[in-house]
T-cell receptor, first 115, second 114 residues
Framework: DQQVKQNSPSLSVQEGRISILNCDYT??????FLWYKKYPAEGPTFLIS?????DKNEDGRFTVFLNKSAKHLSLHIVPSQPGDSAVYFC??????????????FGKGTLLTVNP | NAGVMQNPRHLVRRRGQEARLRCSPM?????VYWYRQLPEEGLKFMVY????????ESGMPKERFSAEFPKEGPSILRIQQVVRGDSAAYFC????????????FGDGTRLSIL
């Protein structure tokens, strides 16, 4: 039973354009969401997070949007750069449920930014 | 990722042998987590430890797997009598004391079972 779903295994965009990566979740207890970027043969690197009390969080070129009613979040990267090419993982946890440490990951989306 | 140190980076074992994976958390971090990633999958939570305590091992297989985080030294994930299905990337993460804040990951140990 996959509680965090990233339905697009891959995404290809042109340099300078916007990249939009999507993530859906089914567990209504999730209230803290994170995006990680992963290069081959490396560990995931934290990018940005959002708690359920917000619907948007921005950090430089990265913005995460949360739609709680739809149980959907998205990561926007503007403008996209070739160095952004990596696998992006969406992760969720239940902060208020006392198991904030247990991250549930999606399967990832491979983003390719073409020069 | 340099903050969380995992070794070895690659480990090859034959079926039936033991595998020991080590993780040193970032400086100042007292919480350690282990995750496993199978090919084409996301990371799956295995265990959460604090110094000398296992807080949650609900993601650990019931047999052959154990983890510890001693008062001194790195955290160890131990797999006894390895089988082919144990082949995966094992990631360790750490976080500082207290709630909230992201987990920071090491570069993983890639375990291959012959």
């Amino acid at each position: 039973d996959q509680q965090v779903k990233q339905n697009s295994p891959s995404l290809s965009v042109q340099e300078g354009r916007i990249s939009i990566l999507n993530c859906d979740y089914t567990n209504s207890m999730f209230d803290y969401f994170l995006w990680y970027k992963k290069y081959p043969a490396e560990g995931p690197t934290f990018l940005i997070s959002i708690s359920s009390i917000k619907d948007k969080n921005e950090d430089g070129r990265f913005t995460v949007f949360l739609n709680k009613s739809a149980k959907h979040l998205s990561l926007h990267i503007v403008p996209s750069q070739p160095g952004d090419s990596a696998v992006y993982f969406c992760a969720a946890s239940a902060l208020s449920g006392g198991s904030n440490y247990k991250l549930t990951f999606g399967k990832g989306t491979l983003l390719t930014v073409n020069p | 990722n340099a903050g969380v140190m995992q070794n070895p980076r690659h480990l090859v074992r034959r079926r039936g042998q033991e595998a020991r994976l080590r993780c040193s958390p970032m400086k100042g971090h007292s919480h350690v987590y282990w995750y496993r990633q199978l090919p084409e999958e996301g990371l799956k939570f295995m265990v959460y430890l604090q110094k000398e305590n296992i807080i949650d091992e609900s993601g650990m297989p019931k047999e052959r797997f154990s983890a510890e985080f001693p008062k001194e030294g790195p955290s160890i994930l131990r797999i006894q009598q390895v089988v082919r299905g144990d082949s995966a990337a094992y990631f360790c993460a750490s976080s500082p004391p207290g709630q909230g804040g992201p987990q920071h990951f090491g570069d993983g140990t890639r375990l291959s079972i012959l």
